[in-house]
C-alpha cells in the first residue's frame, strides 16, 4: 500500500510504480469508483474485452479446442440445450 498526499487543489500524485505497472501516461484520463468506502482508480484506456482475452488465453487448448470453428461449434451446442 502507498500513501499520497492531497494537495490544496484536491489532487494527487499517483506514484510512478503505479503508473507504469498499468501503463498510465502522462495526461491520460482515468475513472474514479468508489467502492464499500474505497476509491478505485482505473485508465479508460482498459479494454475490458483485451482484459477478458488476457485471462482467457490458452484456456482453449486446456479443453482441446485447437481453432474458432470449435468454440463456435461448442456455443452453438450449448444453446441447443438451453
Known sequence: ????????QGQI??????TEEIGLRKGEEIQLLKRNGYFIA???SID???ELQKLMEGEAEKV????DEDVVQFIKELRKEN
Do not use: A, D, H, Y
Request: neutral net charge.
Open 1 to 8: 500500500m502507498e500513501s499520497v498526499r492531497v494537495n490544496e
Open 42 to 44: 482505473k485508465p479508460t
Open 48 to 50: 475490458p474485452w483485451k
Open 13 to 18: 500524485i499517483v506514484p510512478q510504480m503505479f
Open 64 to 67: 482441446g479446442w485447437e481453432t
